[in-house]
């Protein structure tokens, strides 16, 4: 059974940085996408970044272009997302997900299958 547990979330001010991390457990890491999302109050869930199975590409929102970075180690079964020059706007619970299928690189929010718990990041002005 795939599990994934987000960790590293937390509160710090706006121009800040975070480190998110995701460990994933149940399956072959490498073989998968994984993604991140985020979810603000009263607001939907909305892609933040995708990265490959192999690392070899990458997607990022438009609102987090060149702020945000998401990398993966797959010997540590990790995905992860530095998020630099923090803004209010990215206050949110932020999730990491993956597919059932291998390979790809995915943005939609349902192509992914399986989800973690979710890490709140909140960013004060």
Do not use: H
């Amino acid at each position: 059974q795939v599990q994934l547990v987000e960790s590293g979330g937390g509160l710090v001010q706006a121009g800040g940085s975070l480190r998110l991390s995701c460990a994933a457990s149940g399956r072959t890491f490498s073989n998968y996408a994984m993604g991140w999302f985020r979810q603000a109050p009263g607001k939907e869930r909305e892609f933040v970044a995708a990265i490959s199975w192999s690392g070899g590409s990458t997607v990022y929102a438009d609102s987090v272009k060149g702020r945000f970075t998401i990398s993966r180690e797959n010997a540590k079964n990790t995905v992860y997302l530095q998020m630099n020059s923090l803004k209010p706007e990215d206050t949110a619970v932020y999730y990491c997900a993956t597919k059932a299928r291998p390979y790809g690189v995915y943005s939609r929010l349902g192509d992914y299958d399986y989800w973690g718990q979710g890490t709140q990041v909140t960013v004060s002005s």
